[in-house]
């Protein structure tokens, strides 16, 4: 069984979105930035894989 990682790097991203390497590290700042105005520590680089699936997957549903 394969264990899901807790943070994504932007291939990791990239994989996901089928989007470039540059766009999925402007996704990962602008989350990061997100969850720094909340509080959070943030890893430049990575962002939280429970985040990541709740604003991509979760937002689109809650409109």
């Known amino acids: 069984m394969e264990q899901k990682k807790q943070f994504l790097r932007a291939e990791d991203i990239m994989d996901i979105l089928d989007v470039s390497n540059g766009q999925a590290y402007k996704i990962i700042r602008s989350m990061n930035a997100e969850l720094k105005s909340q509080?959070?520590?943030?890893?430049?680089?990575r962002v939280s894989r429970a985040f990541f699936e709740d604003k991509m997957?979760?937002?689109?549903?809650?409109q």
């Open 57 to 62: 997957y979760h937002s689109s549903t809650n």
């Open 39 to 45: 509080g959070y520590f943030v890893q430049r680089g």
